[in-house]
């Protein structure tokens, strides 16, 4: 089994900050690929960054320059997102996601956290 657990999320006012963590635990062999999604009210989920296993990331445009996904380099199952700059419309539930193999030899798959809430205010 594999399990993706959040923290981090919170109220922050406008302007401010919050960082995300993620970390997967259970069965895994090697994760191809984390990222981080979310999903507003009344809207669809949504990629907002993603970080391969060799460090390439990507970002969607609303968050670019203000967001940054990295990767503990001692825990490499472990993910952050810093967040700066936040705003009104980044109010959200951010969920985890690992593409990763359980063991070798195995397809990928992918999996997802519970999510937590963000909330900034006006």
């Known amino acids: 089994q594999v399990q993706l657990v959040e923290s981090g999320g919170g109220l922050v006012q406008a302007g401010g900050s919050l960082r995300l963590s993620c970390a997967a635990s259970?069965?895994?062999?090697?994760?191809?690929?984390m990222a981080w999604y979310r999903q507003a009210p009344g809207k669809q989920r949504e990629l907002v960054a993603r970080i391969s296993s060799g460090g390439s990331t990507n970002y969607a445009d609303s968050v670019k320059g203000r967001f940054t996904i990295s990767r503990d380099n001692n825990a490499k199952n472990t993910m952050y997102m810093q967040m700066n700059s936040l705003n009104t419309e980044d109010t959200a539930v951010y969920y985890c996601?690992?593409?990763?193999?359980?063991?070798?030899?195995?397809?990928?798959?992918?999996?997802w956290g519970q999510g937590t809430q963000v909330t900034v205010s006006s």
């Open positions: 996601a690992a593409t990763l193999w359980v063991t070798l030899g195995a397809r990928l798959n992918d999996y």
């Open positions: 259970g069965t895994i062999f090697s994760i191809s690929a």
